[in-house]
T-cell receptor, first 112, second 113 residues
Framework: GEDVEQSLFLSVREGDSSVINCTYT??????LYWYKQEPGAGLQLLTY?????DMKQDQRLTVLLNKKDKHLSLRIADTQTGDSAIYFC????????????FGQGTTLQVKP | DAGVIQSPRHEVTEMGQEVTLRCKPI?????LFWYRQTMMRGLELLIY????????DSGMPEDRFSAKMPNASFSTLKIQPSEPRDSAVYFC???????????FGDGTRLSIL
């Protein structure tokens, strides 16, 4: 079945780069997404990548997709304390429905 | 622009009571999704609608849960009767077409005592 895995916790110092990793199982995934959740809030769409791309950059965010290894990563350059949140990876599978499969989320802690 | 609007933000009620959660999607979006988030199970899709029609309700836990979308700007998720294990954060999301990025509301934090 479809499954998405993420590490649970990452701690970095302010100003460093953060790399959050995600693996998925559905080789027919069409789109892959990164969402950010701050305490008490909903999920905020950060960025997404189509499966025929291997990289997408948007200001401080860089998404890398290795389709062969079914590995997705989110790099945040110059990490700030405001980046502290839970980051969710999600895939849209091949079933041609609107269903997204979410990972369990990575808590990013940014130390000053 | 207004995002997805959910109400109430918090709900505390006793088991056995009926609970109704409400959602107003982003204007122009024609797909609407209901999710539940818990520590144990993470984010789970309960049901989604396309053009007000339920497309996939395989995630609805049991018959105590029901969802409606009477028009393009309003949806409800109802739990009757509620149980303590229903305690969770319930999110509504909408998108322009079910293959476009989904935008989430701030959720309803539900506690069943």
């Amino acid at each position: 079945g479809e499954d998405v895995e993420q590490s649970l916790f990452l701690s970095v110092r302010e100003g460093d780069s953060s790399v959050i990793n995600c693996t998925y199982t559905d080789s027919s995934s069409t789109y892959l997404y990164w969402y950010k959740q701050e305490p008490g809030a909903g999920l905020q769409l950060l960025t997404y990548i189509f499966s025929n791309m291997d990289m997408k950059q948007d200001q401080r965010l860089t998404v890398l997709l290795n389709k062969k290894d079914k590995h997705l990563s989110l790099r945040i350059a110059d990490t700030q304390t405001g980046d502290s949140a839970i980051y969710f990876c999600a895939e849209r599978g091949s079933s041609n429905t609107g269903k997204l499969i979410f990972g369990q989320g990575t808590t990013l802690q940014v130390k000053p | 622009d207004a995002g997805v609007i959910q109400s109430p933000r918090h709900e505390v009620t006793e088991m056995g009571q009926e609970v109704t959660l409400r959602c107003k999607p982003i204007s122009g979006h024609n797909s609407l999704f209901w999710y539940r988030q818990t520590m144990m199970r993470g984010l789970e899709l309960l049901i989604y609608f396309n053009n007000n029609v339920p497309i996939d309700d395989s995630g609805m836990p049991e018959d105590r849960f029901s969802a409606k979308m009477p028009n393009a700007s309003f949806s409800t998720l109802k739990i009757q009767p509620s149980e303590p294990r229903d305690s969770a954060v319930y999110f509504c999301a909408s998108s322009f077409g079910d293959n476009q990025p989904q935008h989430f509301g701030d959720g309803t934090r539900l506690s069943i005592l």
